[in-house]
């Protein structure tokens, strides 16, 4: 087991709504990245959080926002939801630095919108 | 041209063969990689990281070639339970996926 938990596990959601994801990291972490899924591909970078500050976003619209809090655990906030986020959303903790930026993942969030 | 290509595959092979996987990044810059494995519905799990030219750990070997820019998986004496996506990571300052190299390994 990684020690990173996500909740909830799965989620559905419909068109229009808003939704809150949760990620608490492994312990001495103070990374976590975010991670859509989509069947079939590869994870695709969402953003990045350090010591509660964003560290760098992927291609996703700013509908897609996130937290990072004081103990390293982190939300991902997804508004206006469309049919294509329907996805795995997977959270990664890790540290910073070469040698130390190995990403262990949650179980994720698998959320559908209808 | 995506950051970091794989082949999708799928590679059918029998208990107890050797399986290679490619993987080639775009950015020559990138100082880490990694290979994941994932399960079906399931998270990436962390197989390997390499920061110079390779690394091995029982029947797998991790192999870096910077000046072609490819990472390569070998999986020596392949078991059922090898049967699984296998996903290529490098880090150019974001992390970045491939598709993943689906493998099956048959009885």
């Known amino acids: 087991e990684t020690g990173v938990t996500q909740s909830p596990t799965h989620l559905i959601k419909t068109r229009g709504q808003q939704v809150t994801l949760r990620c608490s990291s492994q312990s001495g972490h103070n990374t976590v990245s975010w991670y859509q899924q989509a069947l079939g591909q590869g994870p695709q970078f969402i953003f990045q959080?350090?010591?509660?500050?964003?560290?760098g976003r992927g291609n996703f619209p700013p509908r897609f926002s996130g937290l990072q809090f004081p103990n390293y655990s982190s939300e991902l906030n997804v508004n206006a939801l469309e049919l294509d986020d329907s996805a795995l959303y997977l959270c990664?903790?890790?540290?910073?630095?070469?040698?130390?930026?190995?990403?262990?993942f949650g179980p994720g969030t698998r959320l559908t919108v209808l | 041209r995506k950051e970091v290509e794989q082949d999708p595959g799928p590679f059918n092979v029998p208990e107890g063969a050797t399986v290679a996987f490619n993987c080639t990044y775009s950015?020559?810059?990138?100082?880490?990689f990694f290979w994941y494995r994932q399960d079906c519905r399931k998270e990436p799990k962390l197989l390997m990281s390499?920061?110079?030219s390779g690394n091995e750990d029982g029947r797998f070997t991790a192999q870096l070639n910077r000046a072609s820019q490819y990472i390569s998986l070998l999986i020596r004496d392949s078991k059922l339970s090898d049967s699984a996506t296998y996903l290529c990571?490098?880090?150019?300052?974001?992390?970045?996926f491939g598709s993943g190299t689906k493998l099956n390994v048959k009885p």
């Open positions: 990571v490098v880090n150019m300052a974001k992390f970045y």
């Open positions: 390499v920061y110079s």
């Open positions: 950015n020559s810059a990138s100082q880490s």
């Open positions: 959080y350090y010591r509660e500050e964003e560290n």
């Open positions: 990664a903790s890790s540290s910073q630095g070469l040698y130390t930026d190995t990403q262990y």
